[in-house]
């Protein structure tokens, strides 16, 4: 008969509470970040896989100093393997609900690199600082903005932006 | 801060308004638990249970692992049931509070075609007799590849096309000929569906309703044994919407953990470089990332999948079998529930085994290049009591060596 050397040294019903907790403050920012590197079908699997793999590992996870980054890479090599098979899809939105959104932006972001895609998203679309997304991304901020940069530029090429 | 895109901003609000709650309930079948709202019928309160939980004597835990599904067997013993409650409750308090965030989110009305993904934080209803019929009929017509039987449940207006999505397979229209051939491609690339029942026994269970119909959950397994000895992958569903008593939607969700790179990478690779001929009339394009449905691909599916199979399909079966028998020894003999010392040496035994496979020279066996020497990394971390997450991440990426890094999921 083995013994339970899994089980959490706090009480379960403290790591629950904890666990709650972490996650309603990283589910929102894992969601954006991968759904931003693989659209939202992949995206959101993607996050919900990693905060699964989250509790999972708990004990790991709780002492990590970076637990957002941490599980961001779990989502990350989730999505991998995923997004072969299921293609990333940013959808257009319907025109009668938001006919103010430039239609070609949908296809022109799918048609970035990831990574430049990812930071473009997160900084523009959904307001993050570089710093903000350089943590949760796990590189420095300067590779942020340098993906930022060339992201952008290569939208406005395609969207034929010149103000 | 004004953009430099035009209209950026709003497709990111746009994108978070395609935020969908987690489907607990999915996690939890894949997970093995049953059903949280089986759970919370039985009245047990989450409050309780978290009090119960700190006076449980560790031997408690033991038998989590093994009571049953909700709706089993009755359980004498209240400390099992809180046990058995605890192992739930925590995946359904976290659950409840991404649902609830995630709910708050879901409020503006999403376009056509994206509610692929229902979910229900509450036990919805049961459903009616009708609705179950014709959802279980339609999914054992899919189980058999019977078009004309799955055809037969379906409405005039059906939407199909979320079936072909997660296959790999171009939808195109989605039309009743092209269901024909989705099914024989899925058999022309060697797989069979397996039955794998609810955890509460029933094939198709509820999952709420709408002005649509009624909206159910199926499972089945995926077995990949055509294309290469990979084994199933369970977990699957297929989301029925039933009304008046014929299928209004079907989608179709593949498990595919492991699936993308075991299987579909290695041989879109290999046809690529055996056959660079057959790729377009295979796939839609070079990205090879969907397979084209025609008649002519089809027959070069089915003849290249029984060519790539071959001898690498042995070999990945063996080590898989010697993996899946050292998992069980580690369950057996393991002298905890965590990697350990113990763990590490019933690896260490495994790998000269390991090792001494004939192995052939094939696209599909390059991962075991480097592959036993992970494991040994692995074995001598876990015998350090050290180990090292990235070396379990490339391990669970080897084809047929999930089993040898014991558990967690990929």
């Known amino acids: 008969m083995r013994s339970k050397a899994r089980t959490p040294s706090l009480s379960l019903a403290t790591n629950v509470e904890a666990f709650s907790a972490f996650a309603e403050s990283a589910e929102p920012r894992l969601k954006r970040a991968l759904v931003a590197l693989y659209g939202v079908d992949v995206g959101q699997e993607a996050a919900a896989h990693a905060l699964v793999e989250g509790w999972r590992r708990w004990d790991r996870v709780a002492g990590m100093t970076n637990p957002v980054g941490y599980l961001y890479t779990i989502g990350r090599n989730y999505g991998r393997r995923r997004a072969r098979v299921t293609e990333p899809r940013f959808p257009v939105p319907p025109a009668e609900h938001m006919p103010w959104i430039e239609p070609a932006l949908p296809a022109a972001l799918d048609a970035l690199p990831e990574r430049q895609r990812q930071a473009v998203l997160l900084v523009h679309a959904h307001g993050w600082t570089l710093s903000e997304a350089a943590d949760v991304l796990g590189v420095s901020k300067y590779t942020v903005r340098n993906h930022v940069d060339r992201g952008v530029a290569k939208l406005r090429a395609a969207l034929g932006v010149t103000s | ?410």
């Not at chain 2, 590490?344 to 094939?362: C, K, S, T, V």
């Open chain 2, 1 to 410: 801060v004004s953009s430099p895109i035009p209209t950026l901003r709003e497709y990111g609000e746009f994108l978070e308004s395609l935020d969908t709650p987690l489907d607990i309930d999915a996690l939890l079948a894949v997970e093995g638990l049953p059903s949280a709202a089986g759970l919370v019928a039985t009245g047990t309160l989450l409050a309780d249970t978290a009090r119960d939980l700190d006076v449980l004597e560790p031997d408690d835990f033991e038998e989590v692992v093994d009571f049953e599904p909700a709706g089993g067997r009755r359980v004498g013993r209240r400390r099992w049931l809180v046990a058995a409650a605890a192992a739930v409750a925590l995946l359904l308090v976290v659950g409840s509070v991404l649902v609830q965030r995630a709910g708050d989110d879901t409020k503006t009305e999403r376009p056509a075609g994206t509610d692929s993904n229902p979910t229900t934080t509450d036990a919805p209803p049961p459903p009616d007799a009708q609705a179950v019929a014709a959802a279980t009929g339609f999914v054992d017509a899919v189980d058999a590849f019977d078009a004309d039987r799955a055809i037969g449940y379906l409405a005039d207006d059906a939407d199909i096309s979320p079936m072909f999505r997660s296959v790999g397979a171009t939808n195109g229209e989605a039309t009743r000929v092209e269901l024909r051939l989705l099914f024989s491609l899925l058999q022309a690339q060697g797989y069979e569906q397996i039955v794998d029942p609810a955890p509460n026994g029933h094939r198709c269970t509820g999952n709420g309703t709408s002005d649509s119909g009624t909206r159910l959950r199926c499972t089945f397994a995926r077995d990949g044994r055509g294309l290469t000895d990979t084994g199933t992958y369970a977990g699957s569903r297929l989301w029925v919407t039933v009304r008046d008593g014929e299928i209004a939607r079907a989608a179709m969700y593949f498990q595919l953990e492991g699936f993308s790179a075991e299987i579909w990478e290695p041989f879109a690779d290999w046809v690529a470089t055996t056959y660079p001929d057959d790729v377009e009339a295979m796939y839609t394009d070079a990205t090879q990332r969907e397979a084209r449905l025609t008649d002519a691909s089809i027959r070069l599916w089915e003849r290249h999948t029984n060519e790539y199979g071959g001898a690498a399909r042995d070999y990945v079966g063996q080590v898989r079998s010697i993996c899946w028998s050292t998992k069980q020894r580690v369950a057996v003999e393991g002298a905890t529930e965590f990697y350990d010392e113990s763990w590490g040496r019933i690896l260490d035994d495994a790998l000269p085994e390991l090792r001494a496979l004939p192995r052939p020279a094939h696209p599909l066996t390059d991962p075991y290049d480097h592959a036993f020497d992970i494991a040994e990394q692995f074995a001598a971390d876990m015998r350090s009591g050290n180990v090292d997450v990235d070396v379990i991440h490339e391990l669970e990426l080897i084809p047929a060596m999930l089993d040898c890094r014991f558990h967690g999921p990929s």
